[in-house]
């Protein structure tokens, strides 16, 4: 920073869940499938992120978004949780100009890195949110409103004590079931084998969706999906990559 005025964009970290409280006023605390890494932006992040918020910033309202209004036209909107930096949703966007994209991050680095990148490669269908997808999908998505949901290399938590703040649970796609529209579709990713079965599991336990998979389990690596930083990570690593794409159909 070059004074210690605090933007917008810092204080951004502190509001990415709303607090709740018990009936006796305690703090209510949940199950979480982040932990907010102490990552700093940078100033260019910052800079990006205070200086385009206004196109490209959404925050989270208690009223369901009008897409219609936010993106100017009526274009399907694909959702994407967990974006990190960014870099492959921005690539989506402008690969796919008759789509929009709505993004969630609560890493801000990540969002200030993905709108600068938005920033440079021009794109105006793509909107970010800074905030818990959960209380983004329970307050803000309208019913039969979203194309799609893209899940990329969400956290694994793999440790058993952990799973229980894996992001993928029946509960989660029961959420997510009504906001998606008829043929409305879910891809998932991840390099962890373990995470993989269980996103099978949960989602061939889903009566409304259908797997597109010809083995019906995953699908070969999709050309339209571009690598990720995870993903690539995950190669350097040894690790294999499934993808899961199934169809909301009933
Ligand atoms: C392992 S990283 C993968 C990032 C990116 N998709 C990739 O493949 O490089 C998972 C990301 O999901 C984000 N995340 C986890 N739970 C989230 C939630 N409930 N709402 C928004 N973001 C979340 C984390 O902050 C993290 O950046």
């Not at 307050?139 to 694994?156: E, H, K, R, S, V």
Request: glycine share 6%.
């Amino acid at each position: 920073m070059t004074d210690n005025k605090i933007t917008f964009a810092d204080q951004k970290r502190k509001t990415v869940e709303t607090a709740e409280f018990t009936e006796d006023g305690r703090y209510k605390r949940k199950v979480r499938s982040f932990v907010l890494r102490t990552g700093r932006l940078s100033e260019y992040q910052r800079n990006m992120m205070n200086n385009h918020w206004a196109f490209y910033g959404l925050e989270h309202q208690n009223t369901p978004f009008n897409f219609q209004e936010i993106y100017h036209n009526d274009n399907p909107v694909v959702l994407e949780i967990g974006f990190g930096m960014g870099k492959s949703l921005v690539e989506m966007a402008e690969q796919n100009p008759h789509k929009n994209y709505l993004g969630i991050e609560v890493h801000t680095p990540g969002v200030g890195a993905c709108i600068a990148y938005a920033v440079e490669k021009k794109v105006k269908n793509l909107r970010v949110i800074c905030h818990d997808a959960m209380e983004i999908l329970r307050d803000c998505i309208a019913d039969n409103t979203l194309a799609g949901l893209q899940l990329f290399f969400p956290d694994p938590w793999p440790k058993a004590k952990h799973h229980k703040r894996r992001i993928v649970q029946s509960e989660f796609i029961n959420n997510l079931t009504p906001k998606l529209v008829d043929q409305g579709f879910i891809h998932m990713a991840t390099d962890w084998q373990n995470y993989a079965e269980h996103m099978l599991e949960i989602l061939q336990s889903a009566v409304q969706f259908s797997n597109v998979s010809e083995t019906n389990d995953y699908i070969p690596r999709p050309d339209f999906r571009p690598l990720t930083k995870f993903e690539q990570r995950g190669h350097k690593l040894g690790h294999g990559v499934w993808d899961l794409y199934f169809l909301k159909t009933n």
